[in-house]
């Protein structure tokens, strides 16, 4: 007779293999503009959105009218003690993709069994769009996950034990999510609906006066920063996000397509195989990587799509079964939390967005097939572990497939590694000020020269005044992309045209290449120009 695995052994693997990718993937990517947001009112107070004001202390509450400071809050300490780079920055969000994983694994063996919590987290684990968004936090969601699974365990042992304490731990865990990023209302609508349809009865039954309040009040402690800023400027959260429109769901529709087989990030973090300048692997797990890639073939696209689709048929099957409420509980979470950003102006048009609605769909596809296992018990258990192989195989095989991209390719667009170098080539001692030109840098600049260099924003439109007074000083270094590297096309043009209106040509300094050895960037200087359209000797263009 062969001995079962120890329960906590498949949660342990999946948690290990979560963190080996993760650890895998890091380095690659150059620090993103986006992915580095939070960082801003670390090392300029004037970046937070909103924040409070006491004498000469100043406390960001707000980055965006919709994303809070509380990443700002946690990394402000670790930064401190820990040098900001990629890894300070991206191996603590790693860990709470590990800590998601363990607690989706926990809260689907209270609610569906040691079988189907293992199955679900060895999916959600392998899940290449979750790994990517969580490891780069785009979005930001690593802390969205973390609250939303831990507070849904809490309620879990409210529910299970009774112990007020549980709710309310949940209902903070909440509120602090919504502060930390509202598009947490997302799932949390989709839950209170899911109860609402599903569990009337026990709804009912457990929402009493006393529960109501110890749930609100824990809610509202939790979220304080957000309704604080939402008192001082009247619903702005609100009034600036919650815009509807039908407009563009056709593309919406293949976003969640792509989310859900792993495509949807190919060309945005990391360049296709067109792109010029590639560069040969080096060493043996470069070599492992993109060896693997080649073997298996172009795997842009996972089997997700076909597990959902085998998912929903296997749960028309078990529709008499126990485990019918839960799943439709499920269902309607991600149905509901999809529609709101598909109704949404401006939203669901990104991965970063969809994946919010997991780990739900891992969980649905987890008690499916467990329960399907069961109702052949003869062969139910290698049906189930050839599947989980199967499936799980081919999301790391996806996954892979970026990671010997960014190998090849290199990190596209805002997630060139160029960044590197190019906050090794500013100096206090080149320039006083700093001028950021294109979108792309400025919190990747300002981070990696943690706090120590004078930046502006250069404005294109401002007055001849102005421009003369930026172009004219010595003291000023200008940052741009390279021509064919601008994430506002005609940027770079713009300036010029506007200093060329006050006698002024740019003179290119320095190129920054990436780790392809792509040129990138360019620190240039604008000087007199000697002859009415005609650049002086060294000028660019």
């Given amino acids: 007779m062969t001995k079962r695995l120890p329960s906590r052994a498949i949660p342990v693997a999946a948690c290990l293999v979560f963190f080996l990718m993760g650890i895998a993937l890091l380095p690659w990517p150059g ?59 991206r191996v603590p969000v790693l860990l709470m993709g590990v800590a998601t ?18 199955v679900a987290a060895l999916l959600l684990a392998t899940d290449t769009i979750f790994l990517l968004t969580d490891l780069f936090d785009w979005g930001p969601v690593a802390l969205q996950h973390l609250l939303l699974m831990a507070g849904l365990l809490a309620l879990q042992r409210w529910i299970e034990y009774g112990a007020r304490g549980m709710l309310a731990l949940a209902f903070f865990l909440w509120g602090l999510g919504m502060w930390d990023k509202a598009l947490l209302a997302w799932p949390l609508i989709g839950m209170a609906v899911a109860v609402v349809v599903v569990f009337p009865r026990e709804t009912l039954r457990r929402v009493r006066p006393g529960a109501a309040a110890i749930a609100v009040a824990a809610f509202l402690a939790g979220a304080s920063p957000l309704v604080w800023y939402n008192i001082a400027r009247p619903g702005e959260t609100a009034k600036q996000n919650a815009n509807f429109s039908a407009e563009n769901l056709g593309n919406k529709l293949s976003v969640l397509r792509q989310s859900i087989d792993g495509s949807a990030l190919f060309g945005y973090i990391v360049y296709e195989d067109t792109v010029t300048g590639k560069r040969e692997p080096r060493g043996v797990a470069e070599r492992a990587s993109v060896g693997i890639a080649r073997l298996f073939g172009n795997h842009r696209r996972n089997w997700m799509r076909g597990a959902l689709l085998l998912g929903l048929l296997g749960a028309l099957f078990l529709w008499r079964s126990p485990v019918r409420r839960v799943l439709l509980f499920l269902a309607v979470v991600v149905l509901v939390g999809w529609a709101q950003m598909a109704a949404t102006k401006g939203a669901g048009g990104g991965s970063h967005h969809v994946v919010l609605l997991w780990p739900f769909p891992a969980v649905f ?68 000020w700093f001028g950021v030109l294109d979108w792309g840098y400025l919190n990747g600049v300002r981070m990696l020269h943690p706090g120590e260099l004078q930046l502006f924003l250069v404005d294109v439109n401002a007055d001849e005044k102005e421009i003369r007074r930026q172009v004219s000083s010595p003291d000023f270094l200008f940052i741009e992309h390279t021509d064919d590297k601008q994430m506002f096309p005609g940027i770079n043009d713009r300036l010029r045209q506007a200093a060329a209106k ?40």
């Fill in 101 to 118: 994983i363990w607690l989706t694994w926990e809260w689907t063996r209270r609610i569906a069994g040691a079988r189907a919590a293992g």
């Fill in 365 to 432: 596809l987890g008690i499916v097939f467990s329960a399907l296992a069961e109702r052949a018990p003869r062969y139910g258990a290698v049906a189930l572990t050839l599947t989980l192989l199967f499936f799980a195989g081919e999301n790391l095989l996806t996954t892979n497939q970026y990671l010997s991209m960014l190998i090849v390719n290199g990190g596209a667009g805002g997630w060139t590694d160029a960044i590197y170098g190019l906050t090794k080539a500013l100096d206090t001692k080149s320039a006083s």
């Fill in 31 to 89: 620090l993103q503009n986006d992915e580095l947001f939070f960082s801003g009112p670390i090392y300029a107070a004037d970046a937070a959105f909103y924040r409070l004001e006491a004498g000469s202390i100043r406390i960001p509450l707000m980055v965006m009218s919709y994303t809070g400071a509380l990443k700002t809050w946690l990394y402000a300490g670790l930064l401190h003690l820990i040098a900001p780079n990629e890894w300070s920055v």
């Fill in 502 to 541: 006050v006698g002024y040509v740019e003179r290119v300094e320095r190129r920054i290449p990436d780790r392809n050895g792509r040129p990138v960037f360019e620190l240039f200087r604008f000087v007199r120009a000697e002859t009415p359209g005609v650049a002086p000797e060294g000028t660019s263009r």
